[in-house]
Each structure stands twice: as C-alpha cells, then as structure tokens.
C-alpha cells in the first residue's frame, strides 16, 4: 500500500475496515478441492484466474453441483470473445468459428492459435483442448444448455460481426443497442438461469419470466459499456446508440471534446437512465435463487453494476479513461451483497438515492431519472416495507 492508500484510507476508514472485513471475516459457502481434480481442469481454473480473477473467486465459491459447468461456460464465452473481438482475424475466418463454436465444445483436442499476438486472451484458445475435455465430462443436460447458448451467441456476433453498418457507425437505434446486449450478455443470463433451474438450486419459475433473466444480463453490459466509452473508443468501437448520442452532438468523437462536457454528461446521463430500467427486474429475479452460493454470485455483480452507475453518472471522467471502484468500497458492495436480499436491496436503495441527489435540473432527463430513482425505492418498499404494518395497527389500537 502507498502513501497515497494510506491517506485516502485514513479518510475512508469505512472502506478500509470492509478490506478487513472481507479478507480476514469472509467463508466460502463452498470450498474447491483442487486435491481431487484432473490436470486439465485446474488448468482451466488457471485460466479463469487469468482473465478475471474477481469472478473467478465468486465462481470458485459455487455449489459443488454448479462449480465445473458453470467455470467452463464462462470459459467457453471468453473463448467466442476473444475470436469476436480480435480485429487481426479476417471476417470470412471469423463468421465460420464463430457460428460453429458450439461444435467445437466436443472436439477432441481443438485448438485455435489465430489471434493476434497482442490478444490477451489468445492463451486460452491455443489450449483450449483442456476445456474441451472438461466440458465432455460434465452432465449431458448441462452440456445441452450450454452448446445452445453458444451457438445462439455465436451465430449473433457473427451477424454483427458481417453487419457492414454496425462496423462502421457503430450501434444506430436503442432497439439495435437491446439487440446487441441480448447477444452479448443476456444470452448468458438465460444460460445461467437454465443451469440453476436443472441443478435445483434456483426457482422453475425463472424459466417462465425471460425478462427478468435478461435483465441481469442487459444490466450489467450497459454499465460496462457506460464505463468504458473511452476505451472502446480508442479501439475503434462504439455501442452508445446514435439515437441517443445525436440528441447531444453531431459527432460520436465530439463527446470527447472539452469544449462539450455539459453535452457529453447528458448523454451519459441518458445512458444511465437506460439501465436503471432494468434494477428492479434484477431484485425480482435474485428472490428466485434458493442456495446461498447461488444468490452471492449473481447478486455481486449486480451490486457493483448499480454502484458503478453511481460512480459513471454525471462524471467527466469516463470521456477520459477508465475508472473504476476502489478496492475498499468494492469490498463493502461485496460484504453486503454475500448476505441477504433484504441486505442487497438496501445497497440498491444507497446507489439509487446517491443517483438522485447528483441529478441536476439542467439535464433534460432530469425527471425521468428522478422517476427511474423512485421506481427503484418504490420496488423495494413493496418487497420489505419501511414500516411494519402490524405494528403501524398497534399504534393506532
């Protein structure tokens, strides 16, 4: 730690007793036996570490039930990604692996050393024959779930990818910008939910309410690509839709100029309050997971989602680089949302209020942020009321 953590942790001293609190109080609901597993699947679970450590510990807490299938589908996303994302690989390569990746999944020793030298993940495909062998070993039903998100995945990036339009302005009308994130991540919402609904460990009900499963999905891609609009820019990519930046600017490029900050930040603002239509439906859905491990991992990221709204909403910042939050305050998200609903709701209460007082009248979705703010709060109070109403009757008696 250096002089500057020091300091800013004298100050915050709330987030520094969380990083506390978090490395020395926290017990898995569940432990991985790495004793016990094959070579090739601690290779995989290397990787994992590789290309996301903070998931991978939340993953590495699962159900023994879910442990395996859901790190290798997470792997096997990443794998389709980095071939999606790897501009070095010509479109008439690309379109072909990534519309028969799901075909790949039980060939025996496949591997994929085309990516670029400067991909980071191009490591995983060059050995992508230990996930292969993994992935044979699970459970048919799971290996089902799985091939078919992959394909529907694949077959969607591969649209995009061949889509000459979205190559070269990007993404045009907020239906295209659903379009993408259903693709991109609420496929992965509906593969997970299948795969809790088949372990027993979530409610069937799930399976019958596909909003609510998208949402978790289209949630936690918006933030992203909120956050990262600089570095997606500097890569040449750009997924705020146009039918929301050109009520702003004439240009995308524009939203980086100083001169247009007041421009910029509503923008952004109104990309905000695209994805706060999704936080309630998230609540909803994490009532319907039955095991402890189960709920933490999806409730962590949902609670940094609405806290990093929080942090990109109204900041200038993130037209010129990346932030992101600190490790102590990602530590008190994450101490909070390991515990309970009633515990997660009231993270999401905090961020939506937080959102609320830095809305400002010059923004011209001013009240409709107020009122995606209050829709938040008013979701919640009809889940856990404020006031007991038995006791409200015991007053009055």
């Not at 100029?257 to 998230?282: F, I, P, Q, T």
Request: aromatic share 10%; proline share 4%.
């Amino acid at each position: 730690m250096g002089a500057a953590d020091i300091l800013y942790y004298a100050v915050h001293v709330q987030e520094l007793r969380s990083i506390i609190q978090w490395k020395t109080w926290h017990t898995a609901v569940h432990q991985r036996d790495e004793e016990k597993e094959p070579v090739t699947l601690r290779i995989c679970f290397d990787f994992l570490d590789k290309t996301s450590r903070s998931f991978s510990a939340v993953i590495q807490e699962l159900h023994p039930e879910l442990l395996v299938p859901v790190a290798l589908f997470y792997l096997i996303l990443r794998g389709l990604d980095t071939i999606e994302d790897d501009m070095t690989i010509a479109l008439e390569e690309k379109d072909p692996l990534l519309r028969n990746f799901h075909a790949i999944l039980e060939k025996d020793g496949w591997t994929y050393d085309g990516n670029g030298p400067d991909e980071k993940d191009r490591d995983l495909l060059v050995k992508f024959n230990n996930v292969v062998t993994e992935f044979k070993k699970v459970k048919p039903a799971y290996r089902t779930i799985i091939k078919a998100i992959t394909q529907k995945m694949g077959s969607g990036m591969a649209d995009y990818a061949t889509n000459a339009e979205h190559n070269a302005v990007g993404v045009n009308t907020v239906k295209d910008y659903d379009l993408y994130c259903h693709y991109v991540a609420g496929l992965v919402g509906e593969g997970l939910t299948r795969l809790f609904v088949e372990s027993g460990l979530a409610n069937p009900a799930l399976l019958q309410r596909p909003h609510l499963q998208e949402s978790m999905g289209l949630f936690l891609q918006k933030t992203n690509i909120i956050r990262d609009v600089k570095e997606d820019w500097d890569e040449k990519r750009r997924f705020y839709p146009k039918e929301i930046w050109s009520k702003h600017v004439d240009r995308f490029e524009d939203l980086f100029k100083k001169e247009n900050e007041e421009a910029a930040l509503n923008c952004s603002s109104e990309m905000v309050l695209n994805a706060l239509s999704h936080a309630d439906e998230c609540l909803f859905y994490l009532a319907g997971l039955k095991e402890q491990s189960v709920f933490n991992f999806a409730a962590i990221p949902q609670s940094m989602a609405i806290a990093t709204l929080e942090l990109v909403f109204r900041n200038p910042a993130i037209f010129h680089g990346n932030i992101k939050i600190k490790k102590g305050h990602a530590c008190q998200v994450m101490v909070e949302s390991t515990q309970n609903l009633r515990t997660v709701c009231e993270v999401f209460r905090r961020y939506a209020r937080k959102i609320h007082k830095k809305n400002t009248p010059k923004d011209p979705n001013f009240l409709k942020i107020s009122i995606a703010c209050g829709k938040i709060e008013q979701f919640i109070e009809s889940i856990f009321p404020s006031q007991d109403p038995q006791a409200i009757v015991r007053q009055q008696a």
